[in-house]
């Protein structure tokens, strides 16, 4: 069954689904991990693609930007095309000193100044956390654990509009990473029942921007990440 945003016959996707917010890379990704990949839906520009990675099956989709758009992707892979986890490999502002440039996240919980999780059970806090078993395979999966954090990020409704002094205050209570999807992508995993987990490769440091890294750092360390991400996804 087709959905509105997924043309995506039931049995297209597989188990496991890689989630970057950026079409153009879920192609690339698509391209880089397998060579059979074949697309399955592409409805707004959003690729579906399914292939295998040392013969297990694997797809990626991209999510869009955002908690809302995340959200349609993410539930009808769980709710249609039963996938039981999905892993964003996104980007994230770091905001902690040591969350450089290159660097990579993985968010062990995600808070948010979004309403989003707040219909889930009235009068609940939701607490978006990540899934164990596929947190741990990521972390002893990482090349280099010298740039690799865990740790909580924040998922925020607005791009353009961090005060400073939020910030601060978020990295003195361990926030690592400002991005804008994860709290989403945890709470709906919750609610089907299934699992996920964000990998992001640290874009910038908003408190620090001499933090910057070379275009081929940069692509060497998002290597990192994907690697990661492909190790939660076949665990
Ligand atoms: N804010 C929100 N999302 C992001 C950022 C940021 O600074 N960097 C990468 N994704």
Request: charged fraction near 20%; aromatic fraction near 6%; hydrophobic fraction near 45%.
């Amino acid at each position: 069954m087709a959905t509105p945003h997924n043309t995506a016959e039931p049995g297209d996707f597989a188990p496991a689904v890689l989630m970057p917010g950026d079409p153009q890379r879920a192609r690339r990704i698509a391209e880089l991990l397998m060579p059979d990949a074949r697309e399955v839906t592409s409805v707004r520009g959003i690729g579906g693609y399914t292939g295998t990675v040392g013969g297990k099956p694997l797809s990626v989709m991209a999510s869009g930007m955002g908690l809302p758009s995340l959200a349609i992707y993410a539930t009808e892979l769980f709710k249609f095309y039963d996938v039981q986890r999905i892993i964003r490999v996104g980007t994230t502002g770091g905001i902690a000193p040591e969350a450089k440039a290159g660097h990579v996240i993985i968010a062990l919980g995600a808070h948010t100044d979004s309403n989003f999780n707040d219909s889930i059970l009235p009068g609940v806090r939701f607490s978006a956390v990540a899934s164990w078993n596929l947190l741990k395979a990521a972390a002893d999966a990482a090349p280099d654990p010298s740039i690799l954090h865990v740790a909580p990020v924040i998922s925020r409704d607005h791009f353009y509009d961090n005060p400073p002094e939020q910030i601060e205050v978020l990295a003195r209570l361990g926030v690592m990473g400002i991005e804008m999807e994860t709290a989403a992508l945890y709470s709906i995993a919750a609610r089907y029942g299934r699992e996920a987990l964000s990998v992001m490769t640290v874009s910038d440091n908003l408190i620090d921007p001499s933090n910057d890294m070379s275009a081929e750092e940069r692509e060497r360390n998002f290597a990192s990440a994907l690697e990661i991400a492909v190790a939660a996804a076949l665990c």
